[in-house]
């Protein structure tokens, strides 16, 4: 074969194909159909050139023009940067914003359910008792609630929290393909817990003292965990009513968004340990006083609603859902 005469006879379908990928962003659909078929045919005109071994320089002008067709026919992953930031920008604050009624839903409820019980338990001395014996609960409310804070050191305290919040919010999205009932059990459970803890500490006078340890941590931490029961409860509703989807389908697509969810709120609960760790238990040991580290908690809880009602809103009005196969394309494709 003259590889000459080859590439004068395609040299024309060669410089078409550079001019496509050159104009791939506004291409047209019968362009697009055209760059892919050019493309096809330039991949076998490289494999008949480098079988041939005559010339190298061509192989290598057409493996460049090759790699940059299949490009913008398959479209060129972002970097590991762009893709984060566009999980943070659009992905996952879409979704908090897409399912809000959810959490907002599951907040409202387990707020009500820890008050309930706070109440039962500072407004009935039986019940009270029933907690413990009264040098325990002394011993609880006088020293143990406040050293939960300091007796370990603060980097470690704040990993250990972080991967107990991380696991009750997976716990509580994962749980959720069941129909949502284990969620309910998780959020209900975490609820009077806390309502134990309030109702206690308030029967012995000491509810300020309760509200200015939770508060500086507790409002990013609580929230983070309430989304991840309000997704949980998503999900399985999903299950039950998937409107005009098949089951499956509705399923896999709350479910890739709920493991996305997952992954923010991850990041989310690390930042509400970090508090935790190093404000409360810096406040609990002097070192900060209460109103500045509740300050730090009250901003926190902001810029987060902030994010979820103002990035989220934008990235779900312009049709962001959230679900992980819907990520764009960089250049289209056929």
């Known amino acids: 074969m003259d590889i000459d005469v080859f590439a004068a006879a395609h040299a024309r379908e060669w410089e078409r194909l550079d001019e496509l990928v050159r104009r791939r962003r506004s291409l047209d659909g019968e362009e697009i159909d055209e760059l892919v078929d050019l493309y096809q045919r330039v991949s076998t005109h490289l494999s008949v050139v480098r079988s041939s071994g005559q010339d190298p320089a061509l192989v290598g002008r057409l493996s460049a023009k090759v790699a940059r067709a299949r490009s913008a026919v398959t479209g060129a992953h972002a970097s590991a940067w762009k893709d ?10 879409a979704i908090l914003y897409r399912l809000r009624w959810w959490w907002i839903g599951t907040t409202a409820g387990a707020v009500a359910l820890a008050g309930a019980t706070a109440w039962w338990v500072a407004a009935n001395p039986d019940v009270l008792h029933a907690i413990g014996t009264p040098e325990t609960v002394s011993q609880y409310v006088e020293f143990e609630f406040a050293n939960y804070y300091v007796e370990n050191p603060r980097a470690s305290f704040s990993a250990q929290v972080w991967t107990n919040n991380a696991w009750v919010a997976a716990q509580a999205i994962i749980f959720g393909v069941f129909l949502g009932l284990p969620t309910l059990w998780v959020m209900g ?11 206690v500490m308030t029967a012995y006078g000491k509810a300020d003292v309760f509200f200015g ?9 609580l929230t983070a965990v309430f989304v991840a029961g309000g997704i949980g409860l998503k999900l399985g509703w999903t299950v039950i009513a998937p409107g005009d989807r098949t089951r499956l389908r509705a399923l896999g ?82």
């Open 253 to 334: 697509e709350e479910g890739r968004a709920a493991v996305a969810a997952a992954l923010g709120l991850a990041v989310v609960l690390f930042v509400s340990g970090l508090i935790e760790g190093l404000v409360t238990g810096n406040m609990v040991a002097g070192h900060i006083p209460v109103p500045v580290a509740l300050g730090i908690g009250v901003l926190a809880e902001a810029l987060f609603l902030l994010y979820v009602f103002t990035v989220g809103r934008k990235a779900a009005q312009e049709g962001e859902t959230g679900d992980i196969e819907n990520a764009p394309e960089a250049v289209p494709v056929a």
């Open 189 to 199: 459970l975490n609820a009077v817990n806390v309502g134990l803890a309030a109702g």
């Open 84 to 93: 984060a930031a566009g999980f943070f920008t659009r992905v996952f604050p």
């Open 213 to 221: 340890m939770i508060l500086p941590h507790g409002l990013l931490e």
